[in-house]
């Protein structure tokens, strides 16, 4: 009992209630708003503090930060220049194998002739003049008057070959001339170039109604193209009352401005009619 | 040696942007004439007097690969360089001037060969149309080329001869 009431015993014994009941309090919530009002002065002071010190360590630091991150930079858009490289070489890619596609549907829709693809690699330097060279030549298998058409319809002729290319003379020059057949009217005409590059359609007898629109096909008629091959288009007809034969403008079937492509019928023989000719 | 050098790789480089490039560059029906604008550049220059060799030799190269008859382009191109001779006599001092007129007079003179030549031929045209729509737009799209040419071409020159003795 003496023991018990030793005032060293007592006095832990008061010091454990009070922290037991101060743990008792704090697990209970009852001391929060102390603990808060305490702890916001050292909340304030460390936040001041933490924003101090990480600015003073940007500012250490951000000499070689803006060293990686412009070395970073540049790699990214030293790959976005090699990303956008390859975009292009890509469609460059699809928009040729788009056109052979076109080509290869071409040759497959007319299997009764051979075809030879060809890339157009220049135009001729006089004006007045509509010829274009193909990457194709005697070494290929391509002769003086091989007929030259795309998926769209004819685009020529060979007008001369030597080993490794050609020269092809296209129905829009002055001195080209196509017979054709006009598909709904029935009747055969003919299809001369210009040293302006168009194409007007002329023999056209007076009788025959020629619509807007009709489509005009190689008719095969004097052995130099093949029949059945699409020309053009007739934009308008003109009828002069003292003329023997209508005339009239027609847009092509080619777009020989932007002509890259085109299939060489390798196995049509040209015929000579020269010396039938009075 | 290094002139006749310089001036055959200007021209290789002018032919394969004239048959790859210029020509499908139109305008109505009409195109730039890159060999006749890097020969008069080139011809106006005063050391080439023995430049006429070379035009012999490029004009008939161009003929082969053109359509147009052997001699034509080697007439056009001769002439053209004995024109850019007779204007060094008396616009020298303006050698952009020169160039100009020489390509205005050298696109005229050329286009009347060649239509001369398709007449010749009995190939039927109409002079209004390819006045308007083949020679006028040429001669403008010449005209803007020519200031280019022009530079690249004194450019050459000025890397060719030694300072001083330029026009």
Do not use: C
């Amino acid at each position: 009992m003496q023991k018990l009431l030793n005032p060293k015993f007592l006095r832990n014994l008061i010091i454990s209630i009070m922290v037991i009941g101060l743990m008792v309090m704090a697990i209970s919530g009852y001391l929060t708003p102390i603990f808060s009002l305490s702890l916001t002065p050292l909340i304030g002071t460390q936040s001041w503090l933490a924003e101090r010190y990480s600015a003073f360590k940007d500012f250490s630091n951000s000499p070689r930060d803006m060293a990686e991150l412009r070395q970073q930079n540049a790699m990214l858009e030293n790959e976005v220049a090699q990303l956008q490289n390859q975009v292009v070489a890509l469609q460059e890619e699809l928009s040729q194998s788009r056109i052979l596609e076109a080509l290869f549907d071409f040759a497959r829709i007319n299997p009764q002739y051979e075809y030879l693809a060809a890339t157009v690699i220049g135009r001729e330097i006089n004006p007045f003049q509509q010829y274009v060279i193909i990457d194709k030549g005697s070494n290929h298998g391509l002769r003086h008057g091989m007929p030259v058409v795309t998926q769209k319809g004819l685009v020529g002729r060979i007008d001369r070959v030597i080993a490794t290319a050609a020269r092809i003379q296209l129905i829009s020059d002055a001195n080209s001339v196509v017979n054709v057949r006009l598909q709904n009217a029935k009747t055969e005409a003919q299809v001369d170039g210009s040293i302006t590059g168009e194409i007007s359609l002329q023999l056209v007898p007076q009788d025959v109604d020629v619509q807007v629109g009709e489509v005009l096909l190689t008719s095969g008629l004097g052995g130099t193209y093949p029949p059945n091959f699409f020309v053009g288009q007739v934009l308008t007809m003109e009828s002069r009352e003292n003329s023997m034969f209508q005339t009239g403008s027609v847009q092509p079937m080619v777009d020989f401005s932007t002509l890259s492509a085109v299939l060489v019928v390798t196995n049509f023989n040209q015929v000579d009619i020269k010396p039938l000719l009075p | 040696m290094l002139p006749y050098l310089v001036s055959s790789v200007g021209f290789i480089i002018a032919f394969m942007l004239q048959y790859g490039v210029v020509s499908r560059s139109t305008m109505l029906s009409g195109a730039a004439d890159l060999l006749l604008l890097f020969i008069a550049a080139w011809s106006l220059h005063e050391h080439n007097k023995r430049m006429w060799v070379l035009i012999l030799i490029f004009a008939a190269f161009i003929s082969f690969v053109s359509a147009t008859p052997f001699f034509v382009s080697i007439f056009v191109y001769l002439g053209i360089f004995l024109l850019s001779k007779y204007l060094n006599t008396w616009v020298w001092q303006t050698p952009l001037l020169a160039m100009f007129l020489l390509t205005f007079v050298g696109t005229l003179f050329q286009h009347i060969v060649y239509l001369a030549v398709l007449w010749v031929n009995q190939t039927p045209f109409d002079w209004a149309t390819a006045f308007s729509n083949v020679t006028l737009p040429t001669i403008l799209l010449n005209m803007l080329l020519a200031i280019p040419v022009h530079a690249l071409v004194h450019e050459m020159a000025r890397s060719v001869y030694p300072t001083g003795l330029e026009p």
